[in-house]
């Protein structure tokens, strides 16, 4: 087989997506691919420019297939229905779009998700809220820009898995510590003027979660800064970046997950050498840590 052509789209270069890049760029290297990463900077329009460009290139420039993790829900349906009308492979991340089972009728032409079942992981991290509140309480939950999927659908499995007597206050935040910082420090300014208190905070990632941390420590009044910081802090992210969190205390818990792209692009090389389409969805793991059981014993 001649070697493959692989473009990766990403939404941005946080912790996840910067740990995706390496991932791609080694196991791209380790299977003979020629593998370029782009990313659109958490632009919606920009991302669909980028890829449709490519997709509008002469024949001999065009890639074997584009692995992408859309920056909005609605998931790039004409750029994926031009991809596979000129015989492009088409797979998405971490985003469960509607027009997938539409684009699989070729099976010279693999299109496939895989994902970090999203649902799930929202579902796991609200039986971690329930461990650790387990007379309830109110939580402070730091979710991920509205026209992400992955934070309207961690969000639907938070909510379908929430104890009735935990009250959830949201507040919303792009992909990165640094805004989390700045959406947090206005929230718990609204917070003191209400006098109200949280028993929880919650990130969609673990970088929401140390974003809201942070803006909790430049808090000027010691005792409130006393009061906040022996609240737990909860996020969500791969082993190598969330476990050192909880070894170390920073967070009281944390869902850990995994990268999608070695087995994207296992998956998208076996499809091609086989000439058949793969399962239509595949999710990697996760998994609560520490386990529930010790999460609740703590308590």
Known sequence: ?????????LPNDNAYQHEQRIVAKST????????????????SKTQSQQLQKIVESSAESLPNAIL??????TGLRRVAEGAVAKGIAWVMSNSDVDYIKQLRKNPRIPVFIVTQGQREIGHLQSKQLAAL??????????????MSSVA???????????PRNVRITTIRSNWNEESAYQSAGSGLQLAFSR????????????????GARRALRSINNQEQQKKWLEVPFIGIGISSQVKPLVDTGALAAAVITSVTM???????VRAIETQAQPP??????????PDLEKLAAKQ
């Open 1 to 9: 087989m001649k070697r493959l052509r692989i473009i990766v789209s």
């Open 28 to 43: 791209g290297q380790r299977m003979g691919m020629d593998l370029q990463v782009i990313q659109a900077d958490d632009d």
């Open 68 to 73: 992408v993790e859309p920056v909005s829900a």
């Open 133 to 146: 509140l387990p007379q309830g309480g109110s939580v402070l939950y730091v979710e991920g820009p509205s």
């Open 152 to 162: 309207v659908q961690r969000r639907e499995g938070m909510e379908s898995a929430k």
């Open 195 to 210: 006098a109200e208190m949280f028993d929880l905070v919650a990130g969609q990632t673990h970088e929401l979660a140390l």
């Open 262 to 268: 070695e087995l994207a692009l296992k998956i998208l």
């Open 280 to 289: 239509e969805r595949s999710v990697v793991e996760a998994l609560s840590y």
